[in-house]
């Protein structure tokens, strides 16, 4: 969503390769990388963090080029998918902090903005993922819903 609210272009930073063939370097098996998916998930870890421990720690640089699957799609063969996708989690998160600031700061019209561009964030994203049937149609945002599902 870059541009949509501030001036920003968006992050610069390293791009993956253009091939999609797993590396010779890494020696993992299909079924060991997803029983250490499974066992990352289990120790409280989402699925972009799972992602980031398989790069930094055991050295594969995509998942998906080993075990032909995304992440979220072996967690959900597993029985082990989320309540709601990660992308709105954060999100909501993110406007119960900002919340929570307003109330003890009425002042702060710049964080009351910053509130506002997040929920409309949040609105959009759930049209999303109610079309896609990833969350139930009935669901809305509200400051005292968001509040309870980060608890």
Known sequence: MARMHSSARGQSGSKRPAHGKKPEWAEIKEKELEELIVS???????????????RDQYGIPQAKLFAKKRITKIL???NLEL???????????????EFKHLEENKKDFKAKRGYQLTVSKIRRLTKYYIQKGKIP???????EKAALLVK
């Open 83 to 97: 309540k709601m996708p990660e992308d709105l989690m954060n999100l909501i998160k993110k406007s119960v902090a």
């Open 40 to 54: 990352l998930f289990n120790q409280g870890n989402s699925p972009s963090r799972i992602g980031t421990i398989l």
């Open 137 to 143: 149609s009935d669901w809305r945002y509200t400051p």
């Open 76 to 78: 959900k063969e597993h």
